[in-house]
């Protein structure tokens, strides 16, 4: 009987010994896999916060980038602009050249006799008119070059912007009436002075709502929504109804097809556009004071009626300080300055 209670007793203490063996060999395992673990987690860790300070860093680089292709963007959209410019005035010269046998036109209605300072602290800019009249008595009785009546058309567009008032105080001391092609996109702040341009008697009109090329000019249906939201604009901030635009870039932007249903259709509901023919250039980044003073003092008396196009949006500081000169410049050699209407024969590219 003792033997068998031994034997009992040796094999539950056997047992007893293979069960903790068994369970401390489990417990070093799961320290080992813990501690394998925790490595892994560590450097997941590591790795996460790599990847966070990468992203930072595209992020960054990112934003950059995007700020330098806006940038760039704009100043094409500018480039762009100044080249159609350019490239109207010479098809409107070359239809001038056409029509007087290919002869030379010459200003013999223009003098400068008087150079114009720049009154705007741009500082002591003249400009002195190459086109000055070198036959200045060579006139029939009764007429004169102070009965020959010249008008000049004063555009401004792109605005209105925080330069917009100090136009109209310059504009106001000559007595000069302009038309504004006004856009409303990122100048909703402004729409204050939307009123002051109607009530200091110049024209009103419209240009653009978003003033993007790829859009406006996608299809008529395109252009006639992103109209229709500047026209609402105008209307609800002013009480004013425009009848007058202006195509951004001018009307040979765009497809042929596209621009004249666009036209047909904005002349079918009483609409009149107005390209130009003498261009300040400001519609370039790189234009000085002294380019904006010398494209129109040199090209106004070109045209019969000249219809000068600059702008008034934000940054064309160049333009205000080049207009006092502009200013006297003309009121020096006769020009009356009038604002657009329907009337007025319009200048058109197409």
């Not at 159609?84 to 010479?90: A, K, T």
């Not at 909703?188 to 110049?202: F, M, P, Q, T």
Request: glycine share 6%.
């Amino acid at each position: 009987m003792k033997k068998v209670q031994y034997a009992a007793i040796t094999i539950c203490g056997i047992l007893l010994i293979i069960c903790c063996v068994f369970f401390a060999c489990q417990s070093w395992n799961l320290g080992r896999r813990y501690q394998t673990l925790e490595t892994e987690a560590s450097a997941l860790r590591d790795d996460n916060s790599k990847l966070q300070q990468d992203k930072s860093k595209l992020d960054t680089e990112l934003t950059d980038s995007a700020a330098q292709l806006e940038e760039k963007e704009r100043y094409v959209a500018g480039q762009k602009e100044y080249i159609s410019e350019l490239s109207g005035q010479i098809e409107s010269l070359t239809e001038d050249s056409e029509d007087d046998g290919g002869s030379q036109t010459t200003n013999d209605n223009s003098s400068a006799d008087n150079d114009a300072d720049d009154s705007a602290g741009s500082g002591n800019n003249t400009y002195t008119n190459p086109d000055s009249d070198a036959y200045p008595n060579l006139y029939a009785e009764g007429c004169s070059p102070e009965d020959i009546k010249k008008v000049v058309y004063l555009t401004f567009d792109d605005g209105p912007s925080n330069l917009t008032p100090k136009v109209l105080d310059l504009l106001d001391r000559y007595n000069a009436k302009a038309t504004f092609f006004v856009v409303c996109k990122n100048n909703e702040e402004y729409a204050e002075y939307l009123s002051e341009i109607v009530e200091r008697g110049h024209t009103l009109a419209l240009h653009s709502y978003s003033h993007n090329y790829n859009e406006i000019y996608a299809s008529k249906d395109a252009f006639l929504r992103d109209y229709e939201k500047v026209y609402d604009w105008v209307v609800d901030n002013t009480g004013y109804t425009p009848s007058l635009f202006r195509f951004p870039g001018g009307s040979n932007n765009g497809s042929s097809y596209v621009v004249n249903g666009i036209i047909d259709e904005m002349e079918e509901r009483g609409f009149q556009y107005f390209d130009w023919n003498v261009s300040s250039g400001d519609g370039s980044e790189l234009t000085t004071t002294e380019n904006i003073i010398d494209n129109i003092c040199s090209n106004v008396g070109v045209p019969e009626n000249p219809v000068v196009l600059m702008h008034d949006g934000r940054g064309k500081n160049a333009t205000l300080a080049a207009l006092p000169t502009v200013l006297e410049y003309l009121s020096d050699n006769g020009y009356e300055f009038c604002s657009l209407d329907k009337n007025v024969e319009a200048v058109h590219y197409r």
